[in-house]
Each structure stands twice: as structure tokens, then as C-alpha cells.
């Protein structure tokens, strides 16, 4: 069983921000993998929108907020019975420009709150991570920053990212971890 979580802020306010990057990953994702007639979120559990595809795969997006992220993920890896190796996180990261992705495995949390509070509720860093860059203004303090909306100019840019990261993430289901990183960690 594999469990593709993205990472995000729920709620109207915070739909376009850098932060939802991962929401907009694993909803495109969905979108994808489901015929567009079924119902997309099927069941809200453990503070999370989860859809299940197939017998093995279920994609989540945690209701708390970000900081409290680690929480929900860890009820539902006990729920689905589900190893650190078969977490797959996706979320922002300001160390990348915007428009790059990078599959890391056993990594810190690079100061990502959201990545920190899973991996201290999880006791482990040891899970797939897609980082999905969203670039980073220095004038702005990172908190703020990741809150703000994407300028008009970046959104192909984002757009681009996203449809990469559901790519990356195809491939990791199909060829593996190791094979996806090669290709897209350039």
C-alpha cells in the first residue's frame, strides 16, 4: 500500500499559495489517475480529504494546517497499515527555484515545518519526499513568504512544476524511486 500525501493550508485563503503546491500536485494526480464522472475526494478520515485508486494507492490531503501536518499522516499510515518507505510527501520548497522538483529519500527537514512535524510524529525520516520548488524572495521572511499567492508571471512556471511532479510520481509507481530521481533530480 502506497499513500501519496500532499501537503497544505485547507481553507479558501490559502488555495493559491506556495504552500499548496502539494494539495495542487496530488489533486492533478487524481484528476489524472480517476475518470472525471467519479467522485474525486471520496471520504474525509482522520482530518484528511482521502481518495482511494485501485487497491494499493490512496492520495491525502491532511485539514489541519501545515505545522500540525505530522499528525494526520501518521493515524492514517497506522489506519492503512503503511511503512515509512511507502510514504510519499509532496510539498513546497524555497531552496528550489520555482519550477523544479527533487525526489529526495531520508532527508532532514531543510527547516520545512510541515516536513518537520511528520517526521518528529513518525519517528522517522525515512519516507519519499517530492520537493517542488517555489522559488524564495530573501526580502520577505519565509513564513510570509510561503503564504503569498503566486504572481500572474510564475503560474506557467507553476504550472509546469506541477504537471512534472505528477509525472515524477506516475514514474515512481511504474520504475521506482531510484530510476524517477535519476531522471528528475538533473
Same mark, same amino acid.
Given at each position: ?7 497544505? =493550508? ?5 488555495? =493559491? ?14 484528476? @489524472? ?13 482522520? =482530518?484528511?480529504?482521502?481518495? @482511494?485508486?485501485?487497491?494499493?494507492? &490512496? ?26 518507505f ?14 523544479r ?12 515545518? %510541515? ?14 519526499? &517530492? ?5 524564495k ?19 506557467? @512556471? ?17 520504475? %521506482? ?5 535519476n531522471?528528475? =533530480?538533473?
Amino acid at each position: 500500500m502506497i499513500l501519496i500525501v500532499g501537503l497544505g =493550508n485547507h481553507g479558501e485563503r490559502y488555495e =493559491n499559495t506556495r504552500h499548496n503546491v502539494g494539495f495542487m500536485v496530488v489533486e492533478s494526480l487524481l484528476k @489524472k489517475l480517476t475518470p472525471v464522472e467519479k467522485s474525486m475526494w471520496v471520504e474525509k478520515k482522520f =482530518n484528511a480529504e482521502i481518495a @482511494k485508486v485501485g487497491d494499493d494507492l &490512496i492520495l491525502a490531503k491532511p485539514l489541519s494546517f501545515m505545522n500540525a501536518s505530522g499528525e494526520v499522516v501518521t493515524r492514517l499510515m497506522n489506519f492503512y497499515k503503511i511503512t515509512p518507505f511507502g510514504l510519499y510527501l509532496v510539498h513546497d520548497d524555497v531552496d528550489l527555484p520555482l519550477g523544479r522538483i527533487k525526489i529526495t529519500v531520508a532527508r532532514g527537514s531543510a527547516g520545512h515545518k %510541515g516536513v518537520g512535524s511528520v517526521m518528529e510524529k513518525l519517528g522517522s525520516q525515512n519516507f519519499v519526499r &517530492i520537493r517542488v520548488g517555489v522559488g524564495k524572495d530573501w526580502r520577505i521572511a519565509t513564513d510570509r513568504f510561503v503564504l503569498k499567492p503566486f504572481m500572474l508571471w510564475e503560474r506557467g @512556471k507553476l504550472s509546469q512544476a506541477v504537471k512534472k511532479a505528477v509525472e515524477a510520481l506516475e514514474m515512481i509507481l511504474k520504475e %521506482g524511486v531510484e530510476k524517477t530521481a535519476n531522471k528528475y =533530480n538533473q
